[in-house]
C-alpha cells in the first residue's frame, strides 16, 4: 500500500509559478512511475505529467509543455510539479497518482492517489 500526500497549491497571479510536492510513504519509492493530473469544476480528471521510476524519462500534456516540470527524488520519497508561466486555465485541484499499471496518461490505470491540492490562478 503507497499513501500520497500532496502540498504547494495555493493562489497566484497569471504569469506566476507554484511548486507541487507529493510525498511518499509505503511501498519502495523507486519501483513505480509517477504523474500528475488536475481537476477543475465540472470537468474530467485530465493527464498533466508523468515520470519513470529512475527519473529519467518525463512525459507532458501538450497544454503545459515548457511551462511544467516534473521531478522527483527518490531518497526523499518525494515528486515534484514546477509549474511557470501560470494561466487561469490551469486552475484545478492537483492530484499525484502512482503505480500506473499501463497507459501513464490514463488516470484508470493508477493503483494510488493523493487527496490533492487546489490550485487557482487570477487573472
Known amino acids: 500500500q503507497v499513501q500520497l500526500v500532496e502540498s504547494g497549491g495555493g493562489l497566484v497571479q497569471a504569469g506566476g509559478s507554484l511548486r507541487l510536492s507529493c510525498a511518499a510513504a509505503?511501498?519502495?519509492?523507486?519501483?513505480?512511475?509517477m504523474g500528475w493530473f488536475r481537476q477543475a469544476p465540472e470537468k474530467e480528471r485530465e493527464f498533466v505529467a508523468a515520470?519513470?521510476?529512475?527519473?529519467?524519462?518525463?512525459y507532458y500534456t501538450d497544454s503545459v509543455k515548457g511551462r511544467f516540470t516534473i521531478s522527483r527524488d527518490n531518497a526523499k520519497n518525494t515528486v515534484y510539479l514546477q509549474m511557470n508561466s501560470l494561466k487561469p486555465e490551469d486552475t484545478a485541484v492537483y492530484y499525484c497518482?502512482?503505480?500506473?499499471?499501463?497507459?501513464?496518461?490514463?488516470?484508470?490505470?493508477?493503483?494510488?492517489w493523493g487527496q490533492g491540492t487546489q490550485v487557482t490562478v487570477s487573472s
Open positions: 497518482a502512482g503505480d500506473p499499471r499501463g497507459s501513464y496518461w490514463s488516470a484508470y490505470e493508477y493503483a494510488y
Open positions: 509505503g511501498r519502495t519509492f523507486s519501483s513505480y512511475a
Open positions: 515520470i519513470s521510476w529512475s527519473g529519467e524519462y518525463t
